[in-house]
């Protein structure tokens, strides 16, 4: 069964729809509290043959994504697949996913399969298994086929951080388990990664050896609260047991978000939004935004 959470959908839902149906036994699409649907995409996700639970409040993609897994294992779902409303699936994927699970040996405790490549870019595993499985320790959540006995053991994903960072909990955290994820051999999704925006460290262009525009990935103030906390909330919780993950993802969050402060757009917004991230990820404050600071953080482009 698969699981796809929604918010504001748009068309780009129905094509990933599309190619997953002939996948799957059963699609449940979770909308998190969406304030409309205007165009009736949800209505028309229903026509497709999915199921669709429709979320009184906005509660983030943790949530949304829990709903519809308690619906699958209470299905007695073996695996269950999570998919973000704009990523497209190749049609073997699933079938590809599961290959790996099958010639897993018990001993390598396979507990998710994740894409091999995002976009046509590569993961780059750490290590092989005997069987010849590439592993990795991290992986966006797209994509991932999850064993039922995982999910039963581990937990589901951490409401507590709403958005963001949630994949990277929920990978560390099966770890902690024993259990391993591994990458589907061959299998390349399509996924929307961010808005790219021109390169403008103080207002300055910035261009390639061809006289390009250089661009970088963007990420709106409000995101930039939830990445910045939820990634010191995550260091402070694997410190002492992880602290090698600790000081290479440290290293990985400081250049974005260096980037997106002096580049703009709403460079004082995103300074802003950094900072108080930062000080609720050590006073390890989690949930949904407040309206005061949603408001202080929310505004139009400079």
């Known amino acids: 069964m698969a699981v796809v ?30 304030p409309d649907d205007p165009a009736g995409i949800l209505d ?17 993609i943790a949530a949304a994504l829990n709903i519809g897994i308690r619906m699958a294992l209470t ?11 704009d990523t497209v699936l190749p049609g073997h994927y699933v079938s590809d996913c599961t290959t790996a699970f099958r010639i897993a040996a018990p001993a390598t405790r396979l507990g998710v399969v994740c894409t091999d490549r995002v ?14 499985l590439g592993l990795v320790r991290e992986a966006i ?3 991932f086929l999850i064993s039922a006995e995982c999910l039963r053991e581990c937990g589901l994903f951490d409401e507590r951080l709403f958005i963001d960072c949630v994949d990277t909990e929920f990978c560390l955290r099966i770890a902690q388990y024993g259990y391993r994820i591994a990458v589907g051999p061959g299998t390349d999704i399509s996924h929307s990664l961010g808005e790219q925006v021109a390169l403008r460290p103080f207002g300055v262009a910035r261009f390639d050896e061809r006289g ?19 990634n010191i909330d995550l260091f402070l919780r694997y410190s002492r047991i992880r602290p090698r993950w600790v000081l290479s993802a440290i290293k990985r969050e400081i250049g974005p978000t260096v980037t997106t402060i002096v580049s703009g757009p709403l460079r004082w917004r995103q300074l802003v939004a950094t900072v108080i991230g930062a ?24």
């Open 141 to 143: 959540q797209s994509g």
């Open 5 to 34: 959470p929604t918010f504001r959908p748009d068309e780009a839902l129905l094509v990933g729809l599309r190619a997953l149906a002939p996948q799957v036994a059963m699609i449940i699409v979770v909308d998190d509290g969406s």
């Open 212 to 230: 390009r525009q250089r661009t970088y990935e963007y990420h709106g103030p409000t995101r930039r609260y939830f990445i910045t906390r939820n």
């Open 279 to 302: 000080a609720h990820g050590l006073m390890r404050l989690r949930g949904p935004l407040s309206p005061g600071l949603r408001k202080l953080l929310v505004g139009r482009r400079d």
């Open 75 to 85: 299905d007695d779902a073996d695996f269950v697949l999570t998919l973000d409303q």
């Open 119 to 132: 976009n046509g870019q590569p993961s780059i595993p750490e290590h092989y298994t005997a069987e010849g």
């Open 44 to 60: 028309l996700a229903g026509e497709l043959g999915c199921e669709i639970v429709r979320s009184a409040s906005n509660d983030g």
